[in-house]
């Protein structure tokens, strides 16, 4: 039987070693995909002079994704928020089945079968089914991607 001392030790050793586990900022994946890939560059969406969070493109099962991080500074500094993450085809023009939440950390757009368009990843606040809908929503597009 083991004695208490050597259990307490065993326990005071594995403390810091769970403590220097550092967090992740990596995206989790979308729902009904489990692998995506980074595509293009990432766009940040700025309100107020403070970046509010980043909007990337993903791809992977077949679709595209948007995906948008609400970043922590903002986070701590805000007490509320919305945002929405879409893929837009057409130049922009036409934006592919949008997902908005309040107050998320993160949020993924619904999968677009538009592997064979040029798409971009776009991200705004408000919370309407497109951007600028209320007036002094923010919206901020990636690069295209063909």
């Not at 489990?34 to 993903?58: C, D, E, F, P, R």
Request: with cysteine; hydrophobic share 35%; glycine share 10%.
């Amino acid at each position: 039987m083991p004695s208490f001392t050597k259990i307490a030790a065993a326990a005071a050793l594995a403390v810091p070693m769970l403590l220097a586990i550092p967090g992740t900022a990596s995206a989790t994946t979308p729902s009904g995909c489990s692998s995506v890939t980074q595509i293009g560059s990432t766009a940040y969406l700025n309100v107020g002079g403070q970046t509010m969070a980043s909007v990337k493109q993903y791809k992977g099962c077949g679709k595209n994704y948007s995906y948008l991080y609400v970043w922590e500074g903002y986070r701590t500094s805000h007490s509320s928020w919305d945002v929405c993450a879409a893929i837009v085809t057409n130049n922009g023009h036409d934006v592919q089945d949008p997902r908005c939440d309040h107050n998320p950390v993160e949020i993924w757009s619904a999968g677009a079968a538009t592997l064979t368009q040029c798409t971009q990843a776009l991200g705004w606040t408000g919370y309407g089914p497109i951007p600028y809908v209320n007036e002094g929503d923010i919206a901020v597009k990636t690069d295209v991607r063909c």
